[in-house]
C-alpha cells in the first residue's frame, strides 16, 4: 500500500528550521519571518520594529 507516498505531504520540509529575518537564527517558529525570540525582543524592547512587524502580521493575516 505505498501508491500514494507522492501525494503526502512533504514533512521534511515542514519541520526544517527557517532562518529568523532578523537575526538569522533558525527557528522552528516564525510569525512573518520573525522567530519568537524576535518577537519578544521587539514588543519588550524595539517598539518601532514591533509596529512594523504587526503591520506585517495584519498584511500577512489581516486584520482582526
Ligand atoms: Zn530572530
Redesign the pocket.
Known amino acids: 500500500m505505498a501508491a500514494d507516498v507522492d501525494t503526502e505531504p512533504d514533512l521534511d520540509a515542514l519541520a526544517a528550521p527557517h532562518p529568523?529575518?532578523?537575526?538569522?537564527?533558525p527557528?522552528m517558529l516564525?510569525v512573518v519571518g520573525?522567530?519568537?525570540?524576535?518577537?519578544a525582543?521587539m514588543g519588550l524592547r524595539h517598539p518601532d520594529e514591533y509596529a512594523s512587524f504587526k503591520s506585517a502580521v495584519s498584511a500577512t493575516y489581516g486584520r482582526k
Do not use: I, L, P
Request: aromatic share 6%; with cysteine.
Open positions: 529568523c529575518s532578523r537575526c538569522g537564527e527557528a516564525s520573525f522567530c519568537a525570540a524576535c518577537v525582543d
